[in-house]
């Protein structure tokens, strides 16, 4: 990551609070958010990972969240499904509600709400199993024992995937031999088999090739449908092709948040246009 | 090895003297990488070599056990006297006394080829009419006699005198006793047909078993006995009747130093046994072919049969228990010869005997082993043999010759059917596998049977490991999926000092504390394997009860110190209820109940206490291992698990548990070969008693410590020192083996997730 020792740094307090009134340039505002994310701040020890970003995610949307690298974006991303909880040295502050409720309450049993929310990694993770079992896996942990069953949701999430072509003859054959972009669409179909509202694609596709990109980001649009998909991307042109709400991320700050063209064409924010113009980062 | 880097010695690079001190450094560092290079490869292959050469070593040392003998002529004596019916030598086979079939005695000086002496076998005892009836084969012991005409047996011992002349050359001087003249009552003035003659080691016992013309049959013992005041000797004579066999006289005889047991070979080879104390025979064999030729090994407990037919056999007389007598029992047989057997001859050293054949052939043979040492020709003229008392040389004698050869035999006991087949040895009511490397007595041969060894090797592996394994790869799981990152970091490097514990505190602990500890509180050690587990349910049925609040208040992980207060209390109660439990369910006492149930009796040093402290020292290295193969599954794994919603548990036993499989695997493996070959704990923590039992609450003896017991007691180059090497050999192999195989499974596993 460079970061010129032009780019001013946002004032303290620039950002106003939620609660302090409507910023144009932080919300667009969406109706019937399925996440309300109010003041979260977020440490690594004594490192500030995440500075009092609030943020709502519209229902069956694509919103992308862009930055620099280093900016924070996993690490926000990861709070959604709070997979930071893993991390031993991490604190937060301020709230996510999901479908209005918090998700940090100690009533929010983690293996539904994680259930309900979705993830795909920057490098693809498929489990050293076979293709079939890293689709069945997922149900199976819910409790579907069915062999009927779980043979319907696999070909279902294999197709929803647009990989059920490529692999139906070779179900049984590990997943590791998949190209990287299968391998990657095998992660989707597998987070798509426990049939969760929410899919979080983090840099899903980094590490594939324009093709298997472009593959990936038809994907989405085909899950759009039924999903409401936050996706991290480094990539400018990613994010507007595929998404309709942007947010951009800097130094742990929430900048700009918008409709995805309205934030491409005519920023609000000098930061967030030196970046889409490629002066920095 | 990048060829490109290589640039030549005195080489000049061009372009002048800049060039020249980049040069100089380009060369220091070629010269510092080929040395860092050559110093690596010097050590790998140094390691190799050395592991190579510890192979060779233990190779050449074994190598002899295998080998046979070596029988090549040394000395010869022509003298148309002589035409011996049997041989006596001496232990440096100086000379020979010949038993001549004209009833001379003659005294041969085989270093100078020469016929010394002779006297007639009678002497002056009367005036038997011709020449003997009657001579007995040779016993292998200094000792001769011949049956005559009128029914008169006389015997003759040999003594070879050792003197040092003035330049301390060694002078033997044999001498032939005065004539002991044997009769029964009512044998007079009938033919001696058959006669067998024996000596106990140490020439104060003589046994003489004789047949006359009509069949009569009887056994002599005699005991000679010296004053220790006035030097007078004193003589006793048994007689003993035996019953006549039916069918005439013997073909053959034997008879044992004492007289206890005589050997009669019916016409129609039958084997009669007779015992003390009773003139019938206790047991009677099938018929067989005629027999030619019947000696006693050794000890008198197994005898030799070699017919006509060429065969030779091993027959054992085996007392049944509760039984007064004894059975004529077939043991083993040899390859058998191409002419019938015309003398056999014992070995004084060890079960082995040599045969020679009506054809001149001759064969070294030893009985338990069951081996053919040797196989050679002794000629046409051959008569008779006899192997030397330190069995390393074999006069064969003949009409106006004597041949002596050399033997070298060093380990004829020990074939691989000895080394792991079931052996019969002499003595015991049928075959089996036995480690008994010294015997009671002299003549007992040693019992060289490596099975009840890796018996015992796999005995202390199974009960280390099965405690082990469980608390090893468990653990691991524990700490490296579950456990608080900060008591993880603590517990780590304590489990693997546990590892540097040298093994000897351990086996000592085991032997003298832990051992008599378990003996009074093994009731309550299986009352922790019912308490312990209920209490960890118990306490997570507790944890799961508690609000949710307090809960998660106890920072991840950290859990487990809540956990192990109910363990330990439940191991308390454990103990504390033993001396209940034992008086409730094992009437008292433990040990006399398990000795009650299964028949067999509680040792104390046994093989629990040997999983204990064997577990002991074997959980670090299978929990350091497999944590580090835990460890090792990638995050993203794990994340992509818990992403879907799985627990942690469910993410560990589906996904963490099979990646990390190649790993444990390994950690196992690692732990199996380190019991295989620990030898301190296994020493001090059993009786070290050969058995060949899986029962926990006895002891067992494994190789290494079998080497460790033995090799004080071994005599450099010996039978019992070459064995014990080839058990290490074996060792060495078990574990190459096991190594192998682990590795083989560890990268096939590993090719599953090749791509993680
Ligand atoms: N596990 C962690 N422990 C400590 N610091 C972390 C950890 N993960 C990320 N960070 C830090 O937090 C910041 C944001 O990281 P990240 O969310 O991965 O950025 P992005 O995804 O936008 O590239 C970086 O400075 C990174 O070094
Ligand atoms: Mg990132």
């Not at chain 1, 780019?7 to 969406?30: N, S």
Request: net charge neutral; aromatic share 8%.
């Amino acid at each position: 990551m460079t970061t010129p020792d032009s780019m001013p740094v946002p004032p303290k307090g620039a950002v106003p609070d939620a609660a302090a009134g409507r910023d144009p340039a932080l919300d667009p505002g969406i109706e019937d958010p399925i996440f309300s994310v109010h003041g979260l701040s977020l440490h690594y020890g004594d490192k500030q990972a995440l500075h009092d970003i609030s943020i709502e995610i519209p229902r069956n949307r694509i919103t992308a969240f862009i930055g620099p690298s280093g900016c924070g974006k996993s690490t926000f991303l990861r709070c959604f499904n709070r997979l930071n909880d893993l991390l031993d040295n991490v604190t937060i502050r301020g709230d996510i509600l999901f479908e209005g409720r918090s998700i940090f309450s100690p009533e929010v049993e983690i293996n539904t709400l994680r259930r309900r929310i979705g993830m795909v990694f920057q490098k693809s993770n498929p489990f050293p199993k076979s293709i079939y079992e890293n689709i069945a896996y997922g149900p199976r942990i819910h409790g579907v024992r069915d062999r009927r069953r779980l043979d319907e949701i696999v070909e279902r999430s294999l197709r929803a995937a647009a990989l059920w072509d490529e692999v139906k003859d070779r179900l049984h054959d590990n997943a590791l031999g998949l190209s990287g972009g299968q391998q990657q669409r095998l992660c989707i179909a597998r987070a798509i088999a426990v049939e969760p509202d929410v899919v979080l694609l983090d840099e899903p596709c980094s590490a594939l090739d324009p093709l298997a990109t472009a593959r990936i980001e038809e994907l989405m649009q085909d899950l759009k449908e039924n999903y409401t998909l936050i996706i991290v991307t480094h990539s400018m042109q990613q994010a507007s092709r595929v998404s309709d709400y942007t947010a951009f991320l800097y130094l742990g700050r929430l900048i700009e948040y918008g409709v995805t063209e309205q934030l491409f064409i005519k920023p609000r924010k000098k930061e967030t246009e030196d970046y889409i113009t490629g002066r920095f980062g | 090895m990048p060829l490109a880097r290589r640039i030549p010695p005195g080489t000049r690079q061009p372009g002048g003297e800049p060039r020249r001190i980049r040069g100089t450094t380009a060369r220091r560092r070629l010269a510092a990488d080929r040395f860092g290079r050559w110093l690596v490869a010097a050590g790998g292959v140094g390691i190799i070599a050395t592991i190579l050469g510890i192979l060779l070593f233990i190779l050449i040392e074994v190598w002899p056990l295998f080998g046979g003998a070596r029988v090549e002529p040394l000395a010869g004596v022509r003298d148309a006297r002589l035409d011996p019916a049997a041989l006596v030598i001496d232990e440096y086979r100086t000379h020979a006394v010949s038993l001549d079939r004209d009833g001379r005695v003659r005294i041969v000086d085989l270093e100078r080829g020469v016929v010394d002496d002779e006297l007639p076998l009678a002497g002056d005892v009367g005036a038997p009419d011709g020449p003997p009836t009657a001579l007995a084969p040779v016993s292998g012991r200094p000792v001769v006699a011949g049956g005559f005409a009128d029914g008169r047996v006389v015997v003759r011992t040999v003594s070879f005198a050792i003197s040092f002349d003035d330049t301390g050359r060694r002078l033997v001087a044999p001498e032939v006793s005065a004539p002991t003249v044997l009769a029964a009552p009512g044998t007079e003035g009938r033919t001696v047909v058959r006669l067998a003659v024996a000596a106990s080691p140490a020439g104060d016992e003589l046994a003489v078993a004789a047949a006359w013309a009509d069949g009569t049959l009887h056994v002599f013992h005699t005991t000679r006995e010296e004053n220790d005041f006035t030097g007078e000797v004193e003589t006793s004579v048994e007689d003993r009747p035996l019953e006549p066999l039916a069918g005439g006289p013997p073909a053959a005889l034997a008879v044992s130093a004492r007289g206890e047991r005589v050997l009669a070979a019916t016409a129609d080879g039958r084997l009669a046994l007779y015992e003390a104390g009773d003139p019938r025979p206790s047991s009677v064999s099938g018929p067989g072919a005629p027999v030619t030729a019947l000696t006693w090994l050794v000890g008198d407990r197994a005898a030799v049969v070699g017919r006509k037919d060429g065969a030779i056999e091993v027959w054992f007389p085996i007392r049944d228990r509760g039984e007064t007598r004894s059975r004529i029992v077939f043991v083993r047989a040899f390859p058998p010869r191409d002419a019938p057997i015309a003398v056999l001859a014992p070995s004084l050293r060890n079960k082995g005997f040599v045969a020679l054949d009506r054809g001149g052939g001759a064969g070294l043979y030893h009985s338990t082993s069951r081996r053919t040492l040797w196989r050679g020709e002794a000629g046409e003229a051959a008569r008779t043999l006899v192997l030397a008392p330190r069995a390393d040389g074999l006069l064969v004698g003949g009409s106006g010759q004597l041949a002596l050869w050399r033997v070298d035999n060093p380990h004829p006991e020990i074939s691989l059917g000895t080394l792991f087949g079931k052996v019969w040895y002499e003595g015991y009511p049928g075959p089996a596998w036995v480690w008994q490397s010294t015997g009671g007595t002299d003549d007992a041969e040693p019992k060289l049977s490596l099975v009840p060894l890796l018996v015992g090797t796999l005995k202390g592996t199974f009960y280390s490991l099965i405690l082990a394994i469980p608390i090893g790869v468990l653990g691991a799981m524990y700490a490296s999926q579950f456990m608080h990152p900060r008591l993880r970091n603590a517990v780590k490097p304590v489990v693997e000092i546990m590892a540097a514990l040298p093994s000897v505190v351990l086996g000592f602990l085991a032997g003298l504390w832990l051992a008599p500890l378990i003996q009074r509180v093994f009731p309550g050690l299986l009352l922790t394997l019912v308490l312990v587990p209920l209490a960890v349910i118990a306490a997570g049925a507790v944890w799961h009860r508690l609000p949710a609040r307090l809960r998660h208040r106890v920072p991840d992980g950290l859990e487990v110190v809540a956990f192990a207060a109910a363990i330990v209390a439940a191991m308390w109660l454990s103990f504390e209820l033993s001396p209940w439990v034992e008086s409730m369910v094992f009437g008292g006492s433990f040990p006399d109940w398990i000795h009650a149930v299964s028949g067999i009796p509680y040792d104390q040093r046994n093989a629990v206490i040997v999983g204990i402290a064997m577990g002991f020292a074997v959980i670090p290295i299978i929990f350091s291992v497999a944590e580090d193969a835990f460890s090792n599954v990638p995050r993203t794994l794990i994340s992509g698990s818990l992403a879907l919603g799985a627990s942690r548990w469910q993410t560990v036993t589906r996904i963490v548990l099979p990646t990390a499989s190649p790993g444990i695997f390994s950690a196992v493996m690692i732990g199996f070969g380190r019991a295989i070959g620990e030898t301190m704990i296994v020493l001090m923590a059993t009786g070290n008693t050969p058995i060949m039992s899986w029962f926990p609450f006895n002891g067992f003896r494994t190789l290494s410590a079998n080497i460790a017991v033995e090799i004080p007691e071994a005599p450099y180059g010996g039978t019992l020192y070459r064995t014990l090497f080839f058990s290490a050999l074996l060792l060495f192999a078990l574990t190459f083996v096991i190594n192998t195989v682990a590795e083989v499974v560890r990268q096939r596993l590993r090719g599953r997730y090749a791509d993680l």
